[in-house]
């Protein structure tokens, strides 16, 4: 059975804040599901259409492709799954951009490590749950009553292009 969709952009924009607030993801290739790991998303505030990982170039994710970002917030109040390609990410400028002691903690010979791989993850189709569904929705739930398109309102599929 299908129901209706909440606002995209607005839980867009409440993805957006929880996963800079937290902004840890579980990554995998579409193609290597077993080999999921758990990364540390760069974003730029400027750019909604695509995230930046550090990785190194034996990893699994080094053979790029398509790919899915999985993302629990802080609290559990946001949820997404999103679609995405993943490159190699080339720009010096960029790699300056989201450098730091954390990052570098990782590499033995810092930014210019063997090893060091920058990936962008060009973002594709997203779907996103908000569980914050009020006091009423609550109630609600706990009578046992059907609150489906109360919880419709917080969910969609978009697209983060």
Known sequence: MQYGQGDP???KNKFWH?????????????????????????????ADHSIWFFSHKDSDLAKMGRAVA????KGHEIFARIEGTLTQELSR???????SNFVEA??????D???????????GEAEIWSTKLGALTTGK????MDV????????AKTSLR
Request: no cysteine.
């Open 141 to 144: 739930m706990m009578l046992g």
């Open 93 to 99: 400028d960029r790699l300056e951009q989201h450098w």
């Open 9 to 11: 952009e607005e839980l």
């Open 113 to 123: 490590d063997p090893n060091l791989l920058m990936l962008r993850m060009d973002l």
């Open 18 to 46: 929880a996963i800079a607030d937290s902004p840890f993801v579980f990554l995998e290739r579409n193609d290597a599901p077993d080999a999921a790991v758990v990364m540390t998303a760069q974003l730029d505030k400027n």
């Open 106 to 111: 990782w590499y033995k010979g810092g930014k």
């Open 70 to 73: 999985t993302f629990a917030g």
């Open 148 to 155: 489906r398109e109360e919880g419709a309102e917080h969910h």
